[in-house]
């Protein structure tokens, strides 16, 4: 009969150059620590939550120019540019055309003599303003350029109604302008916050926070 193994307890097993039954010294593995994994948390960088989308715009007033709302103008908060206000022209099919305070006020100046040159059928240009500018073309319309491919065509018709709400679009621009650093200061407290920031006595009242909350908090309607 043969000689019966000894069984080798767990212990000895363990030890450090432990000579095994065959012969063979063997060193034992080493006991590695699995790392804690929270599964559930997510990184705060800079104010910015990982579902939030850089490129939209936040609390946007819309003013459609059509019956068939093709075609619209708005004013909204940009947080791609730093939290400034900015007015979006779409009708584009290559994207929509966002001006800068500037370029909406050449604009505005340029919309009565515009519309009047239209009208008669004239060629006008309002030449170009950090590569936006706005010229008639035929059949009483006229384009909106912003760099050398985008381009939105208006119709006469349009641009006389546009030329009409001007004013309700600057002043929606201006007081915007002027709460500019409000808003970009409560939303880097709103981002990286899990309940609703209640704002301070010297925040514009120009601001709906509570829908500035909301917006900064879920994901955009598409």
């Known amino acids: 009969m ?20 065959d012969g063979e010294t ?3 593995k ?9 599964i ?39 947080p791609s540019m730093g ?7 779409e009708g584009s099919k290559i994207g929509p055309i966002r001006l800068t305070k500037q370029q909406v006020t050449a604009l505005a100046e340029h919309l009565p003599p515009l519309c009047e040159a239209s009208c008669a059928n004239r060629h006008y240009t309002s030449g170009i303003r950090d590569g936006f500018w706005i010229i008639t073309t035929t059949y009483r319309a006229a ?16 641009l006389r109604y546009l030329n009409t709400i001007m004013h ?6 201006a007081r915007y302008s002027s709460a500019m650093m409000d808003v970009m200061t409560y939303a880097m407290s709103a ?26 908090k879920t994901l955009p309607i598409m």
């Open 191 to 216: 981002m990286a916050s899990t309940e609703y920031i209640e704002t301070l006595p010297t925040y514009s009242k120009n601001i709906v926070y509570p829908q500035l909350f909301e917006e900064l």
């Open 168 to 173: 309700i679009v600057m002043n929606r621009l």
């Open 143 to 158: 384009r909106m350029y912003l760099g050398q491919r985008t381009h939105i065509a208006y119709k006469l018709s349009d």
């Open 26 to 28: 063997r060193r034992p």
């Open 40 to 78: 559930c948390s997510f990184s705060v960088e800079e104010g910015i939550s990982p579902a939030f989308d850089l490129n939209r715009a936040l609390l946007r007033r819309v003013f459609f120019l059509d019956e068939n709302k093709t075609q619209y103008v708005s004013v909204a908060f940009c």
């Open 83 to 89: 939290y400034m206000p900015m007015v979006e022209f």
């Open 2 to 21: 043969s000689a019966r193994k000894r069984r080798v307890p767990y212990e000895e097993r363990t030890r450090v150059g432990f000579n095994f039954p």
């Open 30 to 38: 080493r006991n590695v620590e699995t790392p804690e994994i929270d």
